[in-house]
């Protein structure tokens, strides 16, 4: 009897637990940044890589209505709703906060990293062209629209991860892998303590 007690007590506590760290749309705020781990092989050669469980990063916005956006690096830069930014993930996310000296600088962040919708997705991940990744876009707003870079550039390593990892590269690159060259990628910018932590299910999982 007892250990049936104990089971329901255990279960009880799981799932009061699991409520709490239930993500709602109301902790979120225009500017936060959202993470996701890509369902593909790209994704999770990019998670191998860079040694992070996110492999793809966007910014979160409201439209007229009141409706959360996403503004991310798709085969463009896009807005799309975060039920179909969701849809592109594991079902897992991770939000991060920058601490924003007033509500200018948010919505500057906003409507710069808006300023880029339409130009292409950086399939050379690279920082020096006109065309842009999915962190790179968070790079990229908060410099040019706030002068600000809280996640600097560092060099990547496509190595590192081992052979397997390193060959898959070489194939997507066609050859001409940005071995070594100035980059971000999302783990970087959810590893930066100059974010607040708003919800991360990816460090839940692991505890």
Same mark, same amino acid.
């Given at each position: ?65 009141? $409706?959360?956006?996403? /503004? ?5 830069? +896009?807005?799309?709703?975060? *039920? =179909?930014?969701? !849809? ?55 410099? $040019?629209?706030?002068? /600000? ?5 560092? +060099?990547?390593?496509?190595? *590192? =991860?081992?052979? !397997? ?43």
């Amino acid at each position: 009897m007892y250990s049936y007690i104990f089971i329901s007590l255990f279960l009880a506590f799981c799932c009061t637990f699991a409520w709490a760290e239930k993500p709602t749309e109301s902790q979120f705020q225009c500017g936060d940044i959202i993470f996701i781990a890509l369902r593909t092989h790209a994704g999770w050669y990019i998670c191998k890589t860079t040694g992070s469980p996110v492999s793809h990063v966007g910014i979160i916005d409201k439209n007229e209505a009141g $409706e959360t956006r996403v /503004l991310h690096a798709g085969t463009t830069v +896009e807005e799309i709703s975060l *039920s =179909a930014f969701l !849809k592109y993930g594991n079902g897992k996310i991770a939000v991060v906060r920058y601490p924003f000296a007033n509500k200018n600088d948010r919505e500057s962040f906003i409507n710069t990293a808006r300023s880029f919708l339409g130009v292409p997705y950086d399939m050379k991940y690279r920082i020096d062209n006109e065309e842009i990744y999915c962190s790179e876009l968070i790079y990229r707003a908060f410099l $040019e629209g706030l002068e /600000l870079v809280p996640t600097p550039l560092k +060099e990547m390593d496509y190595k *590192s =991860a081992g052979d !397997k990892v390193w060959q898959f590269w070489v194939r997507f690159f066609k050859g001409d892998v940005p071995q070594g060259e100035l980059g971000i990628g999302p783990g970087a910018i959810l590893s930066d303590p100059d974010y607040v932590t708003v919800i991360n299910e990816f460090a839940t999982a692991e505890r």
